[in-house]
Every structure is written in structure tokens, then in C-alpha cells.
């Protein structure tokens, strides 16, 4: 009879869960999934070193769904040396992330339940038998209880999501995202709010809410209202094809009645002119759904252009879309759309690991932060006098222009990317577009001969500039390798899908957290495909200060507090609101408030302070390199150097506990870089983590023959172990276990891996024996100094 408690967790799962699942009803392939990866681990970044931490990967044992895409339960399974509860705790953080009312865990002897819908007085959490795990109806009816969720809506809440037959997903959050919209809509809500990151797939989930409120016939006529005309061409061709011949984009100011979902530039379907209101052409109730995205860039003003078209079709259900909630004292979508139906923030898309962290490089000049007082007697380039003050940050490229200071700049980017990589695409966020302009020449400059090569390196892309808009989608394109450098000012904060965006450039004064967040925005895609895991910041007007505010990854609060007989609508911003001055409507010499730029050439600046900060686990960034890091990681695995050697020294095969150690986001590679090649995995560990002084490979082989260890063997086997010394101090332990290496020069002129392992060794157990001991031998502990 077999012992369960000798049964590994998968074998609980086949013999005693998945079982009894099925027997309470559920059917295996619409129903069960087992093995649901929800997250893939956050990226650490230390140096120009990343790796995932795949330690806080979360992977749900088991997901049950009333319909696919209606998810109503987790399971969470541990082997029988557990209680049947172990699992509840992991369980219950995947039903939080997931919005459900049930979690269950198991150790293959019984389930233990947690019930999030009980009433006061009955047992949360209970443990019944393998046979009494609850049947599909109990379980969607208490998904329905938690949500609110009548039987009259339920229809439209069970409406199939759009698949492809390509296996693609949504993701766990976009999913909560389109149900939750979706529920909101059942239940008669008109005016619907979505906070998503940027870079967490937006437009896809608009897509499948659409789908679903389209096939279902809640929504006939859609309008998907964008401020850019990018957006609405990269949505036409992507994420939004499937909808093929019903779809249309406005132009030539006229809305065709003949299709169904429309998507309309707002500056195409408004303007000053009563004339220009071409939404007016059709009734007020034409669209019964109307999706407005970046919903923060506008319609949140009272007066805005957007507002205009959302009071016009207010019968219909308006989604609002942002990536960053507006809520400052004048203006706030939240007072128009009320509280977000779901949110998901660039933190938890960050700990997750679906977005990009980021390293901050802060850098000090000095006439910014000491301030610059010209002499009584100066005049600028044009010879023209100008006020005598103390000059300071505020004022650089906005009233005063030192030719020098924005040189330097630029040569602190070029050396940057030269010592990473100069075709790394990069995005210099300036002052308004004379800034940009300078910003350009002085890029030029700065690269040399690259820029001689290829006119396209460097690109102003502004929205005066018909050259530079026009390189905008091969700046976004990954397979085009130029432009790699955009120098802009506002047109680039939101909108750009710059997936392969690794360098973020900051010489503009950001006042709006709004804003800041949008440009943070534009490097927070994950690119595998490119190698792209994370990004650089290299802040020189102290805009990244935005990172300590508690705001910058907070809940929304709305300030706006209006009194009894004030009107719910916020007012109007007064001079000197959130918003930025400056921008990519002011253009010439002119600097953000119209006055002429002071522009002076001989005054020199310095860089006075630099450093590196990066993102803690805690969402904080924090000063700390891949040395310290590692260090930490190792000592949370291995309290002490002797409890790391007893493990080191039992593991059978190495490669377990260098697997181990990536698991918690330490690659030996990295490493490597920074300490040296030479030196073998248990040295770099031993040496970073517990401050042993470390033996190259090429030692430590060394130190092996010396002890004339391979007399014990025959000749042949001598040979190979010899040969396997010589791979060591070459490549490194891992190569030496892997029967496979004795495929290779020289092994494989002895014979076969078999004829080797049997003939010289005597069979496999006597080889793995003789690997096990030269590895002994190479890292024995009187060896560190």
C-alpha cells in the first residue's frame, strides 16, 4: 500500500484532490485548470545586471471557473507531510488578487475552506472531508453573492471573452479589470472608472470590454474617443482588428452611421467653431458606449473639449481609461466618473513583474544648485543686457540658456550610453522645443561619429516638426534601429508604445505628478523578445523628488471639497495650476511664460554630485549595488558561511543550489562581471556573502593535482577526471556535472558516455561518486583563506 506521506505534492494532486473535484461536478476542461502562472516574479536590477526573482512568482495550483474567463475559486495543494490548512495563507493571497470569495487548501487527506461571504457568527474558515468539496452551483452562487451580482445580469456577465485560437490570455488584473467593468454595467452604472499603469495593456482590455458589451448587444454603437492620432492607428491595427468591417476611424469631419464601433479623434469630432462639432451631426443617443482613453488629459475639465462630446451622448455609458487618476484642487475625474471599478498600479505591476523597474542615476550641476549671479557688466550672446539675480534650477532652459550646461548634458548621456549600449533608444525630456533643438545639436555633438553615420541617431521629435513626427514609428519599432535618440519636450509623454525605451533623460522641470507619471510610463514595458527587463532614469532637475511623495503611487483623493450650495464640479484652475508651464505649444526663443530666453555661451558648469538609486522590494528606491544585494539574498537562504558549506558540500549536484540562488533574483553571471571570470560559482558566493577571500578556478584545480587525488583511479578513468578538472578550471562546476560533457573533445575519444561511465567507472553510481568526491576535493573548506 502506498504511504502518502512518501507522495510527492503532484502525486497528491492526481491521486486525491483532482479527483474529488471532479466528483463534486466539475468538468475538467472547461472548469479545472491546474498550474496557473498569475505573475512571473519581479526583475531585480543592480548595476546593468537583471534577473527575475522567480521566488515571488505566484503560481496558483488550482483555478476554478463557472464559465472560462469567470474564475470563482483557488485551490491551493501541499504534500501530506503538511496540515491540510499549510496552504490557506497562499491561497487566500491569490484569491485577494484575483477578487474571490473562496480559497481552499489541501493536503490530499480533507480541504480546508475560507469563505469570505459568511455571516456574522458562522465559521470564515472550516475543514470537511475529500468527498464534500462543494459543487460549481454552491460555489458561483457565492461568487454572485460577493459581487452583487443578480440572476437578471447574469448573461451579460457570462458573455464569452474574444479568443483567437492562439492560446492568448488576459492577464490576472486585466481580467479583474473587464469583469469588474463589465459587473458595473450590469448592474445599470453609466459613468466607470479604470486605473491602469502604463505598459499593463490598456487598449487590450478595452478591447475584450467592448467585445463582450458588443456581441451581447448591450452596446451597438461604440465611440473610442483618443487625444492622439497614433492611438487611434495602432489600435486600428492591433488590438481593436478583430472587429474588422463593422469598424471605422472618423475623418474627413463626418461620423458614418454605417458602422458600429468608431474611433474618433476628439480634435476631429469638436473645435472652436459651432461648425467644427461634427458629433452633433447625429442624435444624442447615437452611441450607447462611449470609451474615452487617457481620460485624465481632459475630460476631466469642466470646459474641456471632451466634456463637451461626454455631455452631448450623456445617456450613453462612458468608460473612462487613465494610467494616472487627476485629482488635484481644481480638477478631478473622479468627482465626474466616481471611485475606479478596478485598479492596478506601476508598484504592483512592478511586483509582479508584468512591468519594468527602474534604476534612478541623480545628477547635481552646479549653477543649478549653487545658482549663478552674473557679473553688473555681462550681456548675453545677442550683446543685449538682461536682470542681474541669482539664477537657479528653476530657471535653466526656461529664462536663462547656458550653452554649457546643456553640453554637458548631453556629453553625461553620450557617456552613458557608450558604456552600456549606443543604439539603447532614449527619450530626452526637455523644456519646450527650442530646448529640444539645442538639446539635438548638442546630442550630435556629443556622439561623434555615429551621428556622421547615421543623420537619423539623434531626432527632435516635436510637434512642430513634421521630420520628427514622422520617425516616430520607427522610434517605436523594435526592428528599426534609428532614430535611437528622440529629444522632445510634451509630445512623447503619453501614447508612445516605446517598448524597447531604455533610457529616460529628465532635464525638465515637472511640477505635475500626473505628468511625471506619464514619462515614468514610457520605459515600464518589459520587452523579452529584446532583452529589455529594465530602465534607466537620469534625473538632472530633481523631477524623480516625485518618487517620494506619497501620492506617486497612492490611492486617489480627491481635494476638491465643494460647500452646500457649491456646484459638484470642480473649478476651473487658476494661474499657476498642476499642469506644467512650457511645453511643446511654446516654441523660438521663447521660454514657458512667452518671455525672450537669456542665452549666454561662456559660462562653464559642472556636475557636482552623481548617484545610483534603485528599486527596493519595498517599492522605495534605494541606494544599494549587486555586491550588497547578492549578499542579502544569500544570507536570507544561508544564515552563516557554515551553513552555506554543509549545503554546498551535501547538494549531490551544484546546479541546484545555483538554481536556487537565481530564484531569489541572483544570477553567478553578474556576478562574475563585477568580481571576476576567473573565479569559480562557490568562490563568488563565498566572497560576496561571507567575505572570504576568494581562489580562481584555475587555483583550485591547481590545488587538486598537487594532491595527487586521481592515484586511486585506473588509467582511463584518471584520464577523464583529469579531463573534467581541466573543463572545471575552464567553464566552472556546473559544466562537469552533465553526463552530456562526455560527448565532447577529448572524453568522446575514449567511447561512448556509456562505454566511459560502465567500462572506466564501473556504472553510473560509481561515476556520479567520483564526481561528487572531485568536487570535495576542489571546494574542500581549508581551502578559503
Known amino acids: 500500500m502506498t504511504n502518502k506521506k512518501e507522495l510527492s505534492e503532484i502525486d497528491i494532486c492526481d491521486l486525491y484532490i483532482t479527483p474529488a ?62 496540515s491540510v490548512s499549510h496552504g490557506m495563507q497562499q491561497a487566500l493571497g491569490y484569491a485577494d488578487i484575483l ?131 497614433i492611438l487611434a492607428d495602432q489600435t486600428l ?30 480634435q476631429a469630432l469638436t473645435g472652436p467653431d459651432e461648425s467644427d462639432k461634427i458629433f452633433k451631426s447625429v442624435s444624442p443617443d447615437f452611441f450607447d458606449l462611449i470609451v474615452i482613453d487617457e481620460c485624465h488629459r481632459g475630460s476631466a475639465a469642466d470646459d474641456s473639449s471632451w466634456r463637451e462630446i461626454l455631455d452631448y451622448f450623456k445617456n450613453a455609458v462612458q468608460i473612462g481609461l487613465t494610467a494616472t487618476p487627476k485629482e488635484t484642487e481644481y480638477v478631478s475625474n473622479l468627482t465626474y466618473f466616481k471611485e475606479p471599478v478596478y485598479s492596478y498600479s506601476l508598484k ?26 552674473p557679473p553688473d557688466d555681462m550681456t548675453d550672446d545677442l550683446g543685449n543686457a538682461f536682470e542681474k539675480r541669482t539664477y537657479n534650477q528653476s530657471d535653466m532652459d526656461r529664462i536663462l540658456v547656458l550653452n554649457q550646461r546643456t553640453k554637458l548634458v548631453a556629453n553625461r548621456v553620450i557617456q552613458l550610453l557608450n558604456a552600456t549600449d549606443p543604439m539603447s533608444k532614449t527619450i530626452i525630456f526637455c523644456e519646450d522645443i527650442d530646448h529640444a533643438e539645442r538639446m539635438r545639436k548638442a546630442i550630435v555633438n556629443a556622439a561623434g561619429k555615429i551621428a556622421i553615420d547615421n543623420p537619423k541617431y ?17 522610434f517605436i519599432d523594435p526592428d528599426s534601429k534609428f532614430p535611437v535618440i528622440a529629444t522632445t519636450s510634451d509630445l512623447m509623454t503619453t501614447g508612445v508604445d516605446a517598448k524597447t525605451c531604455r533610457l529616460i533623460i529628465l532635464d525638465k522641470t515637472i511640477k505635475s505628478m500626473t505628468t511625471f507619471k506619464q514619462i515614468i510610463g514610457r520605459g515600464t514595458r518589459i520587452d523579452e523578445e529584446n532583452n529589455k527587463f529594465f530602465f534607466t532614469i537620469m534625473d538632472f532637475k530633481k523631477a524623480t523628488e516625485h518618487f517620494k511623495d506619497a501620492d506617486f503611487d497612492g490611492e486617489p483623493v480627491v481635494i476638491y471639497n465643494p460647500g452646500p450650495d457649491d456646484s459638484p464640479v470642480p473649478p476651473d484652475p487658476e494661474d499657476g495650476g498642476d499642469d506644467d508651464t512650457g511645453g511643446d505649444d511654446t516654441g523660438g526663443d521663447t521660454g514657458g511664460s512667452g518671455r525672450i530666453k537669456i542665452i549666454i555661451s561662456g559660462v562653464p558648469a559642472k556636475i557636482i554630485n552623481e548617484r545610483i538609486e534603485y528599486l527596493g522590494d519595498d517599492g522605495q528606491l534605494v541606494t544599494e549595488s ?118 565532447l573533445k577529448p572524453f568522446s575519444d575514449y567511447g561512448t558516455p556509456m562505454e566511459i561511465i560502465n567500462d572506466f567507472f564501473g556504472g553510473k553510481e560509481k561515476y556520479e561518486t567520483a564526481i561528487e568526491e572531485l568536487e570535495k576535493e576542489l571546494f574542500k573548506q581549508d581551502r578559503i583563506a
Request: proline share 4%.
Open 21 to 82: 473535484i471532479k466528483n463534486a461536478g466539475w468538468d475538467p476542461i472547461k472548469q479545472i485548470r491546474r498550474e496557473v502562472t498569475l505573475t512571473p516574479g519581479p526583475v531585480i536590477v543592480r548595476g546593468e545586471m537583471s534577473a527575475r526573482n522567480k521566488k515571488k512568482k505566484k503560481f496558483a495550483d488550482y483555478v476554478l471557473s463557472w464559465e472560462p474567463g469567470t474564475r470563482i475559486a483557488v485551490i491551493e495543494a501541499k504534500d501530506n507531510s503538511c
Open 99 to 229: 477578487g474571490l470569495p473562496s480559497a481552499f487548501s489541501s493536503n490530499g487527506d480533507a480541504f480546508a475552506s475560507h469563505d469570505k461571504t459568511t455571516k456574522e457568527g458562522e465559521d470564515i474558515e472550516t475543514e470537511f472531508p475529500l468527498e464534500n468539496f462543494p459543487t460549481p452551483e454552491e460555489l458561483w452562487k457565492r461568487y454572485k453573492k460577493y459581487h452583487n451580482i443578480e440572476d437578471s445580469q447574469q448573461e451579460l456577465i457570462l458573455q464569452p471573452y474574444y479568443t483567437d485560437g492562439s492560446g492568448k490570455e488576459p492577464r490576472y488584473y486585466q481580467v479583474e479589470a473587464i469583469n469588474r467593468t463589465i459587473e458595473a454595467v450590469a448592474k445599470g452604472q453609466n459613468r466607470i472608472l479604470l486605473v491602469m499603469a502604463t505598459g499593463t495593456g490598456k487598449t487590450y482590455t478595452t478591447f475584450q470590454i467592448i467585445w463582450r458589451l458588443w456581441k451581447a448587444r448591450v452596446a451597438k454603437r461604440i465611440l473610442f474617443l483618443v487625444d492622439r492620432n
Open 237 to 266: 491595427v492591433n488590438d481593436f482588428k478583430p472587429f474588422g468591417s463593422v469598424m471605422t476611424k472618423i475623418k474627413n469631419r463626418k461620423i458614418d452611421p454605417s458602422y458600429e464601433i468608431h474611433l474618433g479623434l476628439y
Open 348 to 373: 504592483q505591476g512592478i511586483q509582479d513583474g508584468f512591468l519594468a523597474p527602474y534604476k534612478v542615476v541623480k545628477i547635481d550641476i552646479d549653477k543649478d544648485i549653487n545658482g549663478w549671479t
Open 458 to 474: 539623434v531626432m527632435r521629435i516635436t510637434g512642430d516638426s513634421i521630420e520628427g513626427k514622422a520617425e516616430l514609428d520607427n
Open 626 to 743: 549587486y555586491k550588497d544585494f547578492t549578499q542579502k539574498q544569500v544570507i536570507s537562504e544561508y544564515a552563516s558561511l557554515d551553513d552555506f558549506l554543509q549545503n554546498w558540500n551535501d547538494a549531490k549536484k551544484k546546479q541546484a543550489i545555483i538554481e536556487l540562488l537565481e530564484e531569489h533574483g541572483v544570477v553567478l553571471e553578474n556576478l562574475a562581471e563585477l568580481v571576476g571570470k576567473e573565479y569559480s560559482d562557490f568562490d563568488l558566493i563565498c566572497h560576496v556573502a561571507f567575505g572570504q577571500a576568494p581562489l580562481t578556478r584555475k587555483e583550485r584545480a591547481e590545488n587538486v593535482k598537487k594532491r595527487d587525488y586521481f592515484t586511486k583511479y585506473g588509467e582511463q578513468a584518471k584520464a577523464v577526471l583529469q579531463g573534467l578538472l581541466e573543463m572545471y578550471s575552464d567553464k566552472g562546476v556546473v559544466s562537469i556535472e552533465n553526463v552530456k560533457v562526455l560527448k
